[in-house]
């Protein structure tokens, strides 16, 4: 579960719209452009990515660890466990 002080990174990084790489708990990793927050078809609490110009949603849930890849005052990495 995402911590309020965690989920804080994440409206930062899309509010930057910062490069990251997520890590999921299934070990799969992904890198876009942090682009917003929101809810899934399921109602899945979700984080957006702009992949190559395709939004791709994440569930939040599901996040291990958020990884800049752009040198910023915020945050290099957080881990959500």
Avoid at 16 to 39: C, M, V
């Amino acid at each position: 579960m995402v911590t309020c002080s965690q989920y804080d990174f994440i409206e930062i990084a899309c509010m930057f719209k910062l490069p990251i790489e997520i890590t999921l708990k299934n070990g799969e990793t992904h890198q876009g452009n942090a682009f917003d927050t929101g809810y899934d078809m399921q109602r899945q609490e979700c984080l957006f990515l702009d992949m190559d110009g395709e939004h791709t949603a994440f569930p939040t849930e599901q996040l291990v660890a958020m990884r800049a890849l752009k040198a910023n005052p915020h945050f290099d990495e957080v881990t959500f466990e």
